[in-house]
């Protein structure tokens, strides 16, 4: 069950961040769009975007299966082991999103693969 | 070079270099605590929650509203939108990497305050997490096409 758990909160992570950033870079916030006063503006203007509303759902699958994982697991290991999706996701942005991941990054992502399969023992 | 290039003047900010520098740090800096106190406090409410969720739907209902549970829910909202934000700033490659310092906050929170058993693999997991956060930091944020349209 644990592991089922980690699997739903990883996929639906995954997607949604996939759907979050493509989104989020066609349309850039402005600084001035997070002052207090116009936070309402900005989340009315989010719940008008199809693939952010796509990526919420996926939050919310990813959250109620977090919400699962913690009444079973560990927080420190709840936590960390749902980094797993850190890698997925840089394979991803470079092949869907088309960023330029250097060495460095890959590196990085790396040592998160090695740290997530570590706190995973 | 490349930290200018990070830091270039986005037109539609109507900013300047320094000052988005300084409120793209600032705004990371609120993803990771919102993120980390967010998820302590989440766990905090399901461990001091008696009802099983496994029960019926009804007690995620009766779960989502105990204070804890709400004060995580609200600061993972917070961290929702600070998160969505700071992802049309800069790459998904190098945020997720980036605010994976929250881990290793988790991981001291779980320990001082749950009393959660740490094992020496999950330490050495933690720094290996954190070595990979600073070797993506030490990369350009924002690498795609459309970002230096607008000049950053």
Redo the contacts between chains.
Sequence with gaps: MKWIMVGIIVGSTVLADLLQSFEMKRNVVAVDDLRPGRIGRLLGEFARRGPLILAVCFMAISFFAFMKLLSIADLSFAVPVTAASVVLETVLARLLLKERVNPLRWAGAFCVACGVALLAV | MAAARVVAE?P????GPN??DF?TKI?TAVVVLANVLG??S??WG??H?AA??ADSPLA?IQ?IFSPWVLLGTTL?ILW??A???L???A???????VT?I??VF??F???YF?A????W??W??????M?????????TPN?????RE?GR
């Design positions: 986005r539609e900010t109507g900013v000052r988005l409120k705004l998820n302590f989440l766990s399901m461990k929650q099983k969720l995620y779960t993972l929702f939108l998160r969505m934000t992802l049309s700033w790459d998904l490659s190098y945020v997720l990497p994976s929250g881990y988790t991981a929170l779980g320990k749950f959660e058993q740490i094992t693999q999950r050495l997991g933690t720094l290996a997490i070595v990979g956060m600073i070797l993506v930091g030490l990369t690498t795609t096409a459309e970002a607008h």
